[in-house]
């Protein structure tokens, strides 16, 4: 029997959280909820409701990961992502509605638009509205001038005929093309494989025969339709905001750098930064007198360039810094008797004081140095930030 999905419903009532109290024989006291008013008494939570879910997930040969990528729902996630923004004083490309661009022919017998490859008129010779074959030019890939001029890149020459232009819907399609019928001076992008064909009656042959126009190109269902649209350069006086793009193929925009007017800024997967290890947690560092080399120093690879450090030992200095690359901001002092207890700020200082030793910020890490004839023992810790 097949599973009929309940409609949930929120409980929408006044006064849920008040109660009448009655005293029992025992001694104990049962309390009875007495809401004030019940618009919805809403879907009760149970196992009849619960259970299904559950065992859905159950007979799901799958992960989590996987039920939510065939759901869809992780979808832009694993996309690539980038940030964008227009420069000042440029052309930046944007998509329109061909429809609202360059117009449509609306085909009198079904009310629909037409965007047109090419037309053609059947039962007559020499009419000059007799259009049964066209050269296009297509590329997957356009680009914009400084001066806001829309060219294909790396175009592809396909010569089409009214007996054969529909076997090339597959072809076109996902492409930008230019010598389209409608306006063969625009560039179009087709967002479809359907390719559409209608023949309407024109007029009457010389020796009395009907005429017939067949038209081949996309049908719209109005003109704010997308499934065709056309490449039109927008001027930008000033930059704009940054706006964020994706898409699954990673190469689809350029990963840095200004293109036709808009500054790129690669950002890669938010699945990938949200599932991957994160950077933070506390590190610590245990020196004692061995840890030291031959030449009095120990080095520590941080993995980033800016984290919180700090630490001390018995006898010596302790610091509390921000390290940012290889300067350090912060408070170093000094533990020692009542009378040699001091602290000093550092503000941009590329080594600080930590007892016996010197540390200085590299920028891989930190190094530590001392000169005297045992090495200092320190307890150290940092806290990756980036």
């Known amino acids: 029997m097949a599973y009929t999905a309940p409609t949930v419903k929120d409980r929408v009532a006044a006064g849920d ?27 009760e939570i149970n196992k009849a409701l619960l259970q299904p879910l559950f065992n859905l997930a159950a007979a799901h040969d799958a992960t989590i990961e996987e039920m939510l990528t065939d759901l869809g729902i992780l979808a832009p996630f694993k996309d690539y992502w980038w940030r964008i923004k227009s420069s000042a004083g440029s052309y930046t490309l ?21 965007v047109e490859i090419l037309r053609h008129l059947s039962a007559t010779s020499g009419n000059p509205e007799s259009y049964g074959t066209t050269t296009l030019q297509y590329a997957s890939n356009i680009t914009i001038g400084t001066s806001g001029n829309i060219s294909l890149v790396n175009p592809t020459s396909l010569t089409v005929s009214s007996s054969d232009v529909q076997s090339y819907a597959s072809t076109l399609n996902g492409k930008y093309v230019k010598g389209l019928l409608t306006n ?3 560039i179009y992008r087709i967002n479809t494989a359907t390719m559409s064909t209608s023949a309407e009656r024109w007029g009457v042959g010389a020796s009395g025969e009907t005429e017939v126009r067949t038209y081949y190109g996309y049908e719209l269902s109005d003109l704010s339709s997308t499934i065709v649209e056309v490449a039109v350069a927008q001027y930008s006086s000033t930059s704009s905001d940054y706006t964020y793009v994706h898409n699954s193929d990673p190469d689809f925009y350029p990963h840095s750098g200004t293109t036709n007017g808009t500054e790129y800024q690669y950002l890669g997967k938010i699945y990938d930064a949200a599932t991957a290890d ?33 630490g001390g ?74």
């Open 278 to 310: 994160a950077p933070f947690g506390i590190k610590t560092v245990n020196i004692t007198s061995a840890s030291w080399n031959s030449s009095k120093q120990y080095t520590v690879a941080t993995q980033c360039t800016r984290y919180l450090l700090f």
């Open 313 to 386: 030992g018995p006898r010596t200095k302790g610091v509390a810094l921000l390290v940012d690359g290889t300067k350090g901001y912060g408070m170093q002092a000094y533990y020692g008797d009542t009378y040699n207890r001091y602290a000093t700020s550092l503000v941009g200082e590329a080594t600080a004081g930590i007892g016996d030793a010197t540390v200085t910020f590299t920028s891989t890490g930190f190094r530590l140095s001392h000169t005297v004839t045992t090495g200092p023992v320190l307890t150290l810790a940092y806290l990756p930030l980036a």
């Open 94 to 114: 944007r998509m329109a509605a061909a429809g609202s661009i360059s117009g449509a022919y609306r085909a009198p017998s079904s009310g629909k638009y037409r």
């Open 184 to 186: 063969d001076s625009l």
């Open 17 to 43: 959280n008040k109660y009448t109290m009655q005293t029992l024989s025992d001694g104990r006291v049962l309390l009875t909820p007495s809401p004030d008013e019940v618009e919805e008494a809403g879907t």
